[in-house]
């Protein structure tokens, strides 16, 4: 069983910064593309953020220029940096895989975007 942790968010006011994490168990991350994902209240869950395993980015339009999405697959680790915080980033923030089929979905980490 693959488990997947995240964590880093917090509230944060509009036009700041936060940086996620994922620790995620085995070296999953060296040969899957893997993304960020999140979930507003009442919303669907949806893709932010994603990386192949050769390291190539691909990022929604409503966050791309603001966020970066990278991997250290030594720690088997997958990271966001989010810059220039909106209150419409408010969600919970999730890691798995971007591939045909998820790993079990971890607790997420909430990340409030509010003056």
């Known amino acids: 069983q693959v488990q997947l942790v995240e964590s880093g968010g917090g509230l944060v006011q509009p036009g700041g910064s936060l940086r996620l994490s994922c620790a995620a168990s085995g070296s999953i991350l060296s040969t899957d593309a893997m993304g960020w994902y999140r979930q507003a209240p009442g919303k669907e869950r949806g893709l932010v953020a994603s990386i192949t395993s050769t390291g190539t980015t691909d990022y929604a339009d409503s966050v791309r220029g603001r966020f970066t999405i990278s991997r250290d697959n030594a720690k088997n680790t997958l990271y966001l940096q989010m810059n220039s915080l909106k209150p419409e980033d408010t969600a919970v923030y999730y890691c798995?895989?971007?591939?045909?089929?998820?790993?079990?979905w971890g607790q997420g980490t909430q990340v409030t975007v509010s003056s």
């Open positions: 798995n895989t971007h591939l045909p089929i998820f790993f079990s």
